[in-house]
Structures are given as C-alpha cells and as structure tokens.
C-alpha cells in the first residue's frame, strides 16, 4: 500500500565516513519494524574516483562521498518512520528538524535530482521536467562545466543531443540525460 503521495526526501546526518554504516543499520530496521511501505531508498551518495600515484592514476578506483555526512532518506513521513530513523545507531538528526518534535525540511525533487542522477538512478519522472530548447549545464564527461541548448531527447536510449559552443562555434554533443542539470 504505497503511497506516492506523501513520500519525500529527507536528509539525515552522521558522522562523516559512518554513512554506510547507518545505511545498512536503517535497512536492517525498516526489515525488523515493517516499515517497508513507508521507508523507501537510502542513498549515500558516491561516486568512483581514480587511485592516482604521483599524479599519474593506478588504473584502480575508490569510493568517494559526494557529501561526507549526509545519508538521503526517501520516505513518508510518520511517526514511526520518523521515530526509527532518528533512533538508528549512527544518526545525529535530520536536516531542518531542530527538536523538539519539529518535523524535518523536505527535500524537493528538483534539489534531489542532481544527486540521484550523480549515482546513476535516473527515472521517467525526471524526463518530464526537460524539454527541448532549455539550457542546461554537463556535470561529467569530457565536457563537464559546459552549458548548451537540447535539441533532442532520447528517453529509449537515454540520451540528450545539447548544442553547446566549442571553439567559438555551435556544437552538438550527445550527452547521457543523467550527466545534466537545468540552469
């Protein structure tokens, strides 16, 4: 009995470098209170980076948090949601809720995008809210920083076509939709 309604992101705090740690113990509690239907994706939100020696990179790659603190909670704010995350072991609060039973702040889907897209989980939701002709900025790839115009959008394939100026010229370039942001 999901409701879509009323689910929102959340931002928890930990100690920096205990995210996982609190992601696994939250996971283990949604399991052992039931609360399934009411707490839904923990992110921590990482990335691989290359192993460099000297300046010259290993070929091998490392984990490394985008916010080293933070654990991103999408769930539906009860009071038994609520309760079992605050009281996870590792969990020093949420963001916006400064006690005394003040709810936390809720993250809204265009601050969330940019993260869940960083980690690779795009959703058909997100496409909705591009069209053809917006500017948008690159966030990875050889052309990370860029900014440019879509031209197309290819949800089957998951790609953009984005005319961006290279050498003082319009240019297309074909981008991954989760490599964007709206400006």
Partial sequence: M???ID????????YSSHENKVKENLMRRIESWNLQDYIFRII????????LKNGQPTGKTKMKNLYPGYVFV????????????????????FIGSSGGGAKP??????????VLKR?????????????????????T?????????????????????????????PTPVTVKFSEIEKI
């Fill in 2 to 4: 999901e409701t879509t």
């Fill in 141 to 169: 790839g050889s052309f990370e920083g860029g900014e440019g115009t879509i031209e197309s959008i290819n949800v089957e394939t998951g790609e953009v076509q984005i005319s961006t100026i290279l050498f003082g010229r």
């Fill in 105 to 114: 702040f809720i993250v809204t889907r265009d601050q969330m995008e940019p």
């Fill in 7 to 14: 689910k929102q992101w959340y931002i928890v705090t930990t």
């Fill in 44 to 51: 921590v939100a990482e990335h691989e980076v290359p192993i």
């Fill in 119 to 139: 980690m690779g989980m795009v959703d058909d939701e997100m496409y909705n809210n591009y069209k053809i002709g917006d500017t948008v900025r690159i966030l």
């Fill in 74 to 93: 999408e769930m539906i704010m009860t009071d038994a949601a609520w309760y079992v995350v605050r009281n996870t072991p590792g969990v020093t609060g």
